[in-house]
């Protein structure tokens, strides 16, 4: 079966700090791999979507960025937080372009102070 | 341009009927999500409605009005631990850029 996990699960970054979150994928191959973010109260707002290696489209300009070095990889990075990028982070799996559920991961929460 | 629209809230009482009503708005449409989201928790899939009509899955159903731009969530028997946010999302043409509502928090009171 496939199974989604992401790191860290919780951390405090003072703002302009460097941050990098790491998702990996096991039991499938070649997923559509995302990354959300919720900000509290708020619904899930698409970051970042991958389609294979190396391919990543931004739906969301912003100081963030995203890197896929492997197939089942995903990384979420700034080189430098600010306050708003506070919020709770989720990366996502889907197998498939169309009809094909949206599976998250753990989530990690951010505080940036 | 984009759009979700669902209730914030929502309370009913156990072993009650609540149905969470979501409108929508898009360029493309694929289909329909559903997601219960507990308090400090990821996201878990409910239904998916690609075609009008209703489907059920236990305690839970999904309807889906395409022409209408409309889908409800009907929880029957409605227990504590059903007190959550229900998001509704929307699967654009391409598949891969499914957007989110904000949710409606479901209190169920005894």
């Known amino acids: 079966s496939q199974t989604i996990h992401q790191w860290p699960a919780t951390l405090v970054q003072p703002v302009g700090s460097p941050l990098s979150l790491e998702c990996t994928v096991e039991?499938?191959?070649?997923?559509?791999l995302y990354w959300y973010r919720q900000a509290a109260g708020r619904g899930l707002q698409l970051l970042f979507y991958?389609?294979?290696?190396?391919?990543i489209s931004s739906e969301v300009p912003q100081n963030l960025s995203a890197s896929r070095p492997q197939d089942r990889q995903f990384i979420l990075s700034s080189k430098k937080l600010l306050l708003s990028d506070s919020g709770f982070y989720l990366c996502?799996?889907?197998?498939?372009?169309?009809?094909?559920?949206?599976?998250f991961g753990e989530g990690s929460w951010l505080t940036v102070v | 341009g984009q759009n979700i629209d669902q209730p914030t809230e929502m309370t009913a009482t156990e072993g009650a009927i609540v149905q969470i009503n979501c409108t929508y708005q898009t360029s493309g449409f694929n289909g329909l999500f559903w997601y219960q989201q507990h308090a400090g928790e990821a996201p878990t899939f409910l239904s998916y409605?690609?075609?009008?009509g209703l489907e059920e899955k236990g305690r839970f159903s999904s309807f889906l009005s395409r022409s209408k731009g409309y889908s409800y969530l009907l929880l029957k028997e409605l227990q504590m631990k059903d007190s959550a946010s229900y998001l509704c999302?929307?699967?654009?043409?391409?598949?891969?850029?499914?957007?989110f509502g904000a949710g409606t928090r479901l209190f169920v009171k005894a």
């Open positions: 996502a799996w889907s197998q498939g372009s169309t009809g094909n559920t949206i599976y």
């Open positions: 999302a929307v699967e654009n043409t391409g598949g891969f850029k499914t957007i």
């Open positions: 039991g499938t191959s070649n997923p559509n």
């Open positions: 991958s389609v294979g290696i190396g391919q």
């Open positions: 409605n690609v075609l009008d």
